[in-house]
């Protein structure tokens, strides 16, 4: 090997050790935001003082541009070394996505609208269906510049909300809204809940029509069913349920502030608690370099049943809030 191959293999070598270590520091998740101070900074800086809606509406904005803004940006719409070999980061960049799609929907169809027959905001009308664009769309248009255009436009309504001389924009805190948000959280812990749980495989009885002896379904499916998911995707669905607990968080401790009458008067408070203790629970460092997959009572760890099984308890205390805003 003469000078030159040996030039170029070092440079070739430093490279690769360079994005290597790049995409390791891309790949930490962000730390927990502080809501209440930024509520408060953000207020300040406007020469405002917050209303009902203004902390849930900060909350998503704050969420919407963590995904934008950390370390090496918005990867899952990467093309380019290294966050092309990613796929942890990107993972739970989906799983926070998704719950910042749920919680902009029931913004724009619930929360800012008194009755089924009053108007939307047009701030929130614009930025909904812009958080919908294909999450690794990168080009005509980019992902982040559709999240930036929903964000700049939740700004605009968070703004609204606190001109004293205009009503264009509302926010309702009312025990029904609460409820239809809390309706899809549910379904999304759920599913997660579902598939956190298949990475051991296990057999299922389908129960899709149980409770109603007319019911019907399109397709016909066998009466059990096996679970399992793929090896190669068991740590893409663990940073995907940490991704949207992490989302949840906020939501949840900006609900808790904005619902504060409707919550106390259900003596429903401390359930909204629980829940966001079992939320940071999951947000707990994982030391393991892999995502382990043992047996359910085996010598290894399984983190995606540890996982499953603190979302398995927010939503079953989500349950619990539910009918304590329906019957409290």
């Not at 429903?268 to 009572?297: C, H, K, M």
């Not at 399984?302 to 809030?321: C, E, F, K, P, Q």
Request: glycine share 4%; charged share 20%.
């Amino acid at each position: 090997m003469n000078i030159t191959t040996k030039t170029v293999a070092g440079v070739i070598s430093g490279f690769v050790f360079i994005l290597y270590f790049i995409g390791v520091y891309w790949s930490f998740e962000p730390n927990e935001i502080n809501i209440k101070e930024q509520v408060t900074l953000d207020a300040t800086q406007e020469n405002v003082a917050p209303v009902v809606g203004y902390t849930t509406t900060t909350a998503l904005i704050r969420v919407s541009e963590t995904l934008l803004n950390k370390p090496g940006g918005y990867l899952l719409n990467d093309a380019l070394p290294p966050s092309v070999f990613l796929d942890n980061i990107p993972s739970w960049e989906f799983g926070a996505l998704e719950m910042v799609r749920d919680m902009a929907l029931v913004m724009r169809q619930e929360f800012s609208r008194s009755q089924s027959q009053s108007l939307e905001n047009q701030h929130l009308k614009n930025a909904q269906p812009q958080f919908n664009i294909d999450s690794t769309s990168w080009a005509m248009p980019s992902a982040e510049s559709e999240y930036q255009k929903a964000i700049d436009e939740l700004y605009l309504y968070r703004k609204a909300l606190t001109d004293v001389n205009s009503q264009s924009a509302q926010f309702y805190a009312r025990a029904d809204n609460l409820q239809d948000w809390l309706k899809e959280v549910e379904k999304r812990l759920g599913s997660y809940s579902q598939r956190l749980s298949a990475s051991v495989g296990r057999d299922q009885l389908n129960t899709d029509l149980a409770g109603d002896s007319n019911a019907q379904q399109s397709t016909a499916v066998p009466s059990s069913l096996t679970m399992k998911t793929s090896w190669w995707k068991i740590d893409n669905e663990f940073y995907e349920a940490r991704g949207a607990c992490w989302a949840l968080l906020h939501f949840l401790k900006a609900i808790e502030i904005d619902f504060h009458d409707v919550l106390e008067d259900k003596n429903a408070t401390v359930s909204v608690q629980q829940i966001i203790r079992e939320l940071e629970a999951s947000q707990q460092a994982v030391w393991s370099p892999l995502v382990l997959n043992g047996d359910g009572f085996g010598l290894v760890a399984n983190h995606s049943l540890v996982m499953a099984n603190y979302i398995s308890r927010a939503n079953a205390a989500l349950i619990d809030l539910n009918k304590l805003l329906t019957q409290g």
